[in-house]
């Protein structure tokens, strides 16, 4: 009878192993995230006055090899066709992934290409067109003078 009991306790314990290891092969290894995609999210071909800001942040995103956002992660950003300057040569990525950096322009019109760069990922490039004088706007339509036939008093 002793046999018998301990005949299946081991057969418990080895069950239990077994159920074990079999959970641990199917784990991954834990291994840390490294930043493998930079993405354009908005903020491109943006049109702007000599000496005046962008209307909308460059806004880019940072992804794991998974695919999945990484926050901390520094973005560098640099003006590197024209002139103008950019409100921080570098910022830090949010929960959600993304990173943003304003625009301003300066006293050169053309376009101007600014690059946003993360370690051993690809960059990306944004292209603002800077313009001597605001975008025109629709000249007032004007209308004929009205004539009244008739008689007036």
């Known amino acids: ?3 018998t009991r301990r005949r299946q306790i081991a057969r418990a314990a080895a069950a239990l192993g077994t ?6 092969v199917g784990c991954q290894d ?3 995230a490294v930043a493998s995609r930079l993405a354009l999210v908005s903020g491109n071909n943006q049109s702007v006055v000599l ?6 942040p460059l806004v ?3 992804a794991d090899q998974n695919g999945l956002a990484m926050a901390g992660v520094t973005v560098a950003w640099q003006v ?3 002139d103008g300057t950019l409100s921080a040569s570098s910022s830090i990525t949010g929960s959600d992934g993304t990173a943003s950096v304003m625009y301003t322009a300066g006293a050169t019109s053309g376009t101007v290409d600014v690059t946003a760069t993360v370690a051993g990922v690809p960059s990306v490039e944004f292209a603002i067109t800077v313009t001597d004088e605001p975008a025109t706007q629709r000249a007032p339509v004007r209308l004929p003078p009205v ?7």
């Open 60 to 62: 880019v995103s940072v």
């Open 51 to 56: 000496g005046a800001a962008v209307t909308s």
């Open 1 to 3: 009878m002793w046999y």
């Open 147 to 153: 004539v009244i036939v008739g008689q007036v008093d």
């Open 80 to 82: 590197t066709q024209s």
């Open 19 to 24: 159920l074990t290891l079999a959970g641990m």
């Open 30 to 32: 834990a291994s840390p």
